[in-house]
Structure formats: structure tokens, C-alpha cells
């Protein structure tokens, strides 16, 4: 299994421009997020999705749109960048968050994708 | 909304003594509690997690964390530090409630001394 994958590793986007970041995993996951990683913040969550048609908001989801058309595919849209959005993104899936008998599952994250915004 | 409190954003520490990185935790219902690493230029890896049951969780690499309910803290240790020890460690927090929503921690860097 490849596991969790992100496209693009870098991207440098001007002030306005649009772009979406491709995230796509091979185990048959439930459940997949979009985390943005600044210094000093740790990571926050900006969008999920606990199933194929189904997405919901996380901590911060101003800016960006999320659509699950798929399993294996949750892309990341920024219609309008702005500097603000400058970080590193990170995909993640799990079989599931949810409590099943008590377990919860792992979350497996992507290498993640270096975004600029000028 | 649940929250998580890394102690110290930088540990240093010398080959071969013991690691101990502090996580505070706030929660108004029973959480679900995570250590994740992230080694330079990648993604996070788990480490371990505490859900319910035994206190004490052993995870990968020789790490440990110790959920202590009374002291709201979940902090992660291991008894002798290796330089492949070397990178940064996320904390987070779910619950049973909220548990599509995890709350991750400022992290704390961690550097191995030879």
C-alpha cells in the first residue's frame, strides 16, 4: 500500500490565485482530514469527511472547500489564496474516530504539501 | 472544546537520559489521548494513544505515557534517549463525544545531545 499521498510537495501561489491539493489513500478509509501545520500552533484541523458524500468543518475552514466524491479521494480547494494560508497541509485517514467497543483508530498522515502564498 | 498544553516548546537532553515530555489536557468529558512524532521533511507518525483501560500506555520505539486523570496530564516519557530520538512531538486530544474533531498541541521539539 502507498499509504496516504499529497500533491504537490510545493506550490507557490500569488495573492488571489486558486488551487487545490490532491489527497488520496489506498486503505480504504472511512474517514479523512485536511490539518494546516504553522510554527508555534501546532496542527488544526480545517475540514473532514467520515465517509464518501459527507464532509464536515473542523477548527479553522475559512477559505478552503472540501468535496468526497470518493473513498480514496478528499482534495483541498483554496479558491482565493491569501498570505494567511501560507503553512504546511497535511492529509490524514482512519478507518474510523469513531468509538467502536472502545477503540479508537490511528490516524495515518500524508508528507504533507509546503504551500507559499506572496 | 477539548484542548492540549505542551509544556517546554524545546527539550534538550543527552544520549542516553531519560525523556520526559509534558502534556496537559483539557476535556469536560473522558478523552481520548495521543502522542504523535513528526521526524524532519514528514508526516506524523503515532507513537501511542490511551483510550480506555490500563493507564500506563506502551508505544513504539520504547516511548511510554502515563494518563493521570487527577492531574489532567498525559505526559510522555522514555528511559534512555537515543539520537534517533531527535524530532517533534505532537499531543492530542479526542473524545468520545467529539471524537471527528482532534485537538493537537504547539508541539515540543526534542534534541539528543551525543
Known amino acids: 500500500n502507498a499509504g496516504v499521498t499529497q500533491t504537490p510537495k510545493f506550490q507557490v501561489l500569488k495573492t488571489g490565485q486558486s488551487m487545490t491539493l490532491q489527497c488520496a489513500q489506498d486503505?480504504?478509509?472511512?474517514?479523512m482530514s485536511w490539518y494546516r501545520q504553522d510554527p508555534g500552533m501546532g496542527l488544526r484541523l480545517i475540514h473532514y469527511s467520515v465517509g464518501a458524500g459527507i464532509t464536515d468543518q473542523g477548527e479553522v475552514p475559512n477559505g478552503y472547500n472540501v468535496s468526497r466524491s470518493t473513498t480514496e479521494d478528499f482534495p483541498l480547494r483554496l479558491l482565493s489564496a491569501a498570505p494567511s494560508q501560507t503553512s504546511v497541509y497535511f492529509c490524514?485517514?482512519?478507518?474510523?474516530?469513531?468509538?467502536?467497543?472502545?477503540?479508537?483508530?490511528?490516524?495515518?498522515f500524508g508528507p504533507g504539501t509546503r504551500l507559499t502564498v506572496l | 472544546a477539548q484542548s492540549v498544553t505542551q509544556l517546554g516548546s524545546h527539550v534538550s537532553v543527552s544520549e542516553g537520559a531519560l525523556v520526559l515530555l509534558r502534556c496537559n489536557y483539557s476535556s469536560s468529558v473522558p478523552p481520548y489521548l495521543f502522542w504523535y512524532v513528526q521526524y524532519p521533511n514528514q508526516g506524523l507518525q503515532l507513537l501511542l494513544k490511551?483510550?480506555?483501560?490500563?493507564?500506563l500506555v506502551k508505544g513504539i520505539n520504547g516511548f511510554e505515557a502515563e494518563f493521570k486523570k487527577s492531574e489532567t496530564s498525559f505526559h510522555l516519557t522514555k528511559p534512555s534517549a537515543h539520537m534517533s530520538d531527535a524530532a517533534e512531538y505532537f499531543c492530542?486530544?479526542?473524545?468520545?463525544?467529539?471524537?471527528?474533531?482532534?485537538?493537537f498541541g504547539a508541539g515540543t521539539r526534542l534534541t539528543v545531545k551525543p
Open positions: 490511551y483510550t480506555t483501560g490500563a493507564t
Open positions: 490524514a485517514s482512519s478507518s474510523s474516530l469513531r468509538i467502536a467497543g472502545g477503540i479508537t483508530d490511528t490516524q495515518y
Open positions: 492530542a486530544v479526542s473524545d468520545l463525544y467529539n471524537n471527528n474533531d482532534m485537538r
Open positions: 486503505m480504504n478509509h472511512e474517514y
